[in-house]
């Protein structure tokens, strides 16, 4: 089906979209399983996003330009050095993992509330030792474990993380950051602040001078460049 749409010119997009939501309109009541999952996944890439379609990444119907070129240029005095703002009550902090009480803390945010299941009866539960494993490999940024504490407790309450790699593309080696373990606790959300927090350690990369990140999502995000299907196997369940 994206086939048919990847030459559609950037002004058609709006008209994509509704055709789109038609059709699922009109599948709704069927059983074509696969054709709603391809429409779930399809959808996002044409619609008007609040958050990214403001942000400096590739639209799926826009045509390629010239390879290995930034998408935009902007130089370290174009970056703030001071921290976004958040709302009221919140305020950032970075997670120390060697520090065993704040390394208890992501864990226990992350055991809670990050990746699940559609029903919610399956959640990664990423072991302490794992966390500080993917998160400080030589090189790491103390200042990329980006938290979110407030409330009366003080409690974590989000969480983004980068690490420095280098990755290759066409040929070319680039210093990126690979974002990863964003994680809003769930009475936080659908506040907006996994933009926020997306927003922030973007800033912190730029301040390191590193332009290019990288990620994986779970949902459809502007603009895949790879998929990948992946199986679990459930130990000491
Ligand atoms: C992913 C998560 C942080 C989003 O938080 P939320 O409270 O649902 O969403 P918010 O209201 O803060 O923000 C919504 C915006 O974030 C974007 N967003 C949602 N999930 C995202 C993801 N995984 N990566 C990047 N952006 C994402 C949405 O597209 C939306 O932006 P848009 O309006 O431009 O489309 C939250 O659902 C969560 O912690 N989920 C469990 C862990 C998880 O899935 N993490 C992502 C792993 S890839």
Not at 50 to 78: A, C, H
Not at 94 to 110: C, F, G, R, S, V
Not at 169 to 197: D, W, Y
Request: hydrophobic content about 35%; charged content about 25%; glycine content about 6%.
């Amino acid at each position: 089906m994206l086939e048919k749409y990847l030459d559609t010119p950037i002004e058609c997009a709006d008209k994509v979209t509704e055709t789109l939501y038609k059709v699922k309109a009109r599948i709704a009541n069927t059983e074509s399983r696969r054709a709603k999952k391809m429409l779930d996944k399809t959808i996002p890439l044409f619609e008007k996003h609040e958050f990214w379609s403001t942000q400096p990444v590739m639209r799926v119907y826009e045509p390629i330009g010239q390879i290995n070129q930034p998408v935009e240029n902007k130089k370290l005095e174009d970056i703030s050095v001071e921290g976004l703002p958040l709302i009221e009550g919140y305020h950032w902090t970075t997670i120390n993992m060697d520090d065993q009480a704040e390394k208890d803390e992501l864990y226990d945010l992350l055991s809670n509330h990050y990746v699940e299941d559609d029903g919610g009866n399956f959640r990664f539960d990423y072991s302490r030792e794992f966390l500080k494993w993917a998160l400080t490999p030589p090189g790491y940024k103390k200042e990329w474990l980006v938290g979110v504490r407030g409330g009366k407790k003080n409690k974590l309450y989000g969480f983004i993380s980068g690490i420095p790699v280098k990755i290759m593309t066409h040929g070319q080696q680039t210093v990126m950051a690979e974002i990863n373990f964003l994680c809003v606790h769930k009475q936080l959300r659908s506040f907006r602040l996994a933009p926020v927090l997306i927003r922030e350690i973007t800033r912190r990369v730029n301040l390191k001078d590193i332009w290019q990140a990288i990620y994986t999502s779970g949902t459809t995000l502007m603009t895949p460049f790879g998929s990948a299907v992946y199986y679990h196997r459930n130990l000491n369940p």
